[in-house]
């Protein structure tokens, strides 16, 4: 994912005196050359010194925008999410034009946090839906507001993404109520999944879990309607060999 997080760069001039602004300008571009290098730890101190110091150059909001690339580039997602949507913020706020590619890049990271936030849970035995929805809103926000760019292209194919990820994990949780006995309510979860997620794999898989759970139950009709339903839909699917 961080390919498509590309610094923006876009060095400006505004407040401050015009010794604030080349002080500011020369910290800023010590800190670009530090993630350029790979030294993240040493850039996101020059940023945070930037933003302290020369809090009235546009050098200083911009500082704001890289510092939250930087956080995201260090793992620190729920930082990085704060900061791009301060520097969002602050941005629609102004009464200067802010860079509209900056605009659709603070949202992008922000989104691109909360993804990264989400996939860290992989693995956990019940990972929590709601960082899923919340990274799917933020790219949601994207194709909204910026229908036209790339970047709501790439926003809606990370939209997919995340909906075949829930609905693999509905799927897995689905498989662990088979397994524990609890046909009822893997029939009823299966069913669930495959209205809910069309066109995903995982639907195809609920449908064949949903006849699995059913004759299991000795509900041998629901079960044969359902078969019809899998060889329909998805008549390729493994269960039907």
Excluded at 142 to 166: F, G, K, L, Q, T
Excluded at 196 to 214: K, M, S, T
Aim: net charge negative; charged share 35%; glycine share 6%.
């Amino acid at each position: 994912m961080t390919a498509g997080l590309l610094l923006s760069g876009c060095a400006a001039l505004g407040g401050g005196s015009a010794q604030e602004r080349e002080q500011a300008r020369s910290l800023y571009a010590e800190a670009l050359e530090a993630v350029e290098r790979g030294d993240l730890e040493a850039a996101q101190g020059m940023l945070d010194e930037l933003q302290e110091a020369y809090p009235e150059t546009r050098h200083a909001r911009q500082a704001l925008l890289e510092a939250a690339y930087v956080e995201y580039r260090l793992g620190q997602y729920p930082q990085a999410i704060e900061r791009a949507e301060i520097f969002h913020r602050q941005a629609a706020q102004t009464e200067e034009q802010a860079d509209d590619e900056d605009l659709r890049y603070a949202l992008y990271l922000r989104a691109a946090a909360a993804h990264a936030l989400w996939d860290a849970t992989e693995g956990e035995a019940e990972r929590d839906a709601a960082g899923a929805r919340r990274a799917f809103g933020y790219y949601r926000d994207i194709v909204r507001d910026y229908p036209e760019s790339e970047r709501a292209e790439e926003a809606a194919r990370r939209m997919n993404e995340i909906r075949s990820d829930v609905a693999e994990e509905e799927l897995r949780r689905a498989r662990r109520r088979l397994d524990d006995g609890a046909y009822a309510e893997a029939a009823e979860r299966g069913a669930w999944i495959a209205e809910q997620y069309p066109g995903q794999q995982a639907a195809a898989d609920a449908l064949a879990l949903q006849v699995d759970a059913l004759e299991r139950l000795g509900r041998e009709r629901e079960a044969e309607a359902t078969r019809r339903m899998l060889e329909i839909k998805h008549p390729d699917h493994p269960a039907l060999r």
